[in-house]
């Protein structure tokens, strides 16, 4: 006689509840960057309102560390009730990720208005400099929103940690700036009004690449003493 099993015990179950899961996520995402995604969508990107286009992405930072911070818990184990918990780790990285956000949205300005300045000068070769500072700024940008949703660290280590992975941690770091081409090229030239939707994949793949960062940080400044 066969042994019973339960449905949920399943693979094809549990992979079905795994993907509704990131469904469910995706939703909550989408709907807590509604007022920033608007903006943006119908806010023509110029240097003359780049402030504004600034102002519009810092909002967003706090659904996209949200974002992560599900997608870390997702791949850790099970989530119950993902829609609301997305919503409680939204209000408890708030603060986090919305200053983070703010900072390198400054920095992100400050190359792209130096990049546009020097392309129109008789120095266009110095405007790549910026191209590039802007690219390593979003790298740092990406390691300080996976670190800041896992740890309760102070601003600057976080961003002290995330220089200290860029540059040590180069396999990862090049995989970071692979991807974030990648998502730029089809954000501007291929559906930026699907973009929304394509970030849970890059979360997945920015979390799922970072695990052993984010390990050897937990052994080093959270088992035995915080950062000094």
Same mark, same amino acid.
Request: with cysteine.
């Given at each position: 006689?066969?042994?019973?099993?339960d449905?949920?015990? +399943? !693979?094809?179950?549990?992979w079905?509840?795994? @993907?509704?899961s990131?469904?469910?996520?995706?939703?909550?995402?989408? =709907?807590? &960057?509604?007022?920033?995604?608007? +903006?943006?969508f119908?806010?023509?990107?110029?240097?003359?309102?780049? $402030? $504004?286009?600034?102002?519009?992405?810092?909002?967003? +930072?706090?659904g996209? +560390? %949200?974002? &992560?911070?599900?997608?870390? %818990?997702?791949? /850790? /184990?099970?989530?119950?009730?993902?829609?609301?918990?997305?919503?409680?780790?939204?209000?408890?990285?708030?603060?986090? /990720?919305?200053?983070?956000?703010?900072? *390198?949205?400054?920095?992100?300005?400050?190359? #792209?208005?130096?990049?546009?300045?020097?392309?129109?000068?008789? =120095?266009?070769?110095?405007?790549? *400099? *910026?191209? =590039?500072?802007?690219?390593?700024?979003?790298?740092?940008?990406?390691?300080?929103?996976?670190?800041?949703m !896992? *740890?309760?660290?102070?601003?600057?280590?976080i961003?002290? $940690?995330?220089?200290?992975?860029?540059?040590?941690?180069l396999?990862?770091?090049?995989?970071?700036?692979s991807?974030? #081409? $990648?998502?730029?090229?089809? /954000?501007?030239? #291929?559906?930026?009004? @699907?973009?929304? =939707?394509? #970030?849970?994949?890059?979360?997945? @793949?920015?979390?799922?690449?970072? !695990?052993?960062? &984010?390990?050897?940080?937990?052994?080093?400044?959270?088992?035995?003493?915080?950062i000094?």
């Amino acid at each position: 006689m066969e042994e019973h099993r339960d449905a949920t015990e +399943g !693979k094809y179950y549990r992979w079905s509840e795994k @993907i509704s899961s990131y469904f469910l996520v995706e939703m909550a995402f989408l =709907l807590s &960057i509604v007022p920033a995604g608007i +903006g943006m969508f119908f806010l023509i990107f110029t240097i003359n309102n780049i $402030l $504004l286009y600034a102002l519009f992405f810092s909002l967003m +930072g706090p659904g996209v +560390g %949200a974002l &992560i911070a599900m997608v870390e %818990a997702l791949q /850790s /184990s099970e989530v119950s009730a993902p829609f609301f918990t997305y919503w409680k780790k939204w209000r408890k990285n708030l603060k986090d /990720s919305y200053l983070l956000t703010i900072l *390198f949205s400054i920095i992100f300005v400050i190359c #792209i208005v130096d990049y546009t300045y020097f392309k129109s000068t008789q =120095l266009d070769f110095a405007s790549w *400099f *910026f191209i =590039l500072l802007l690219l390593l700024a979003t790298i740092i940008y990406e390691y300080s929103l996976v670190i800041a949703m !896992k *740890f309760s660290f102070r601003l600057r280590d976080i961003v002290r $940690l995330s220089i200290t992975y860029l540059l040590t941690d180069l396999v990862t770091t090049l995989k970071l700036i692979s991807y974030t #081409i $990648l998502l730029v090229v089809f /954000s501007l030239y #291929i559906s930026p009004a @699907i973009t929304p =939707l394509v #970030i849970i994949l890059f979360a997945y @793949i920015l979390v799922k690449d970072t !695990k052993l960062i &984010i390990r050897e940080i937990e052994d080093k400044f959270t088992r035995n003493s915080d950062i000094n």
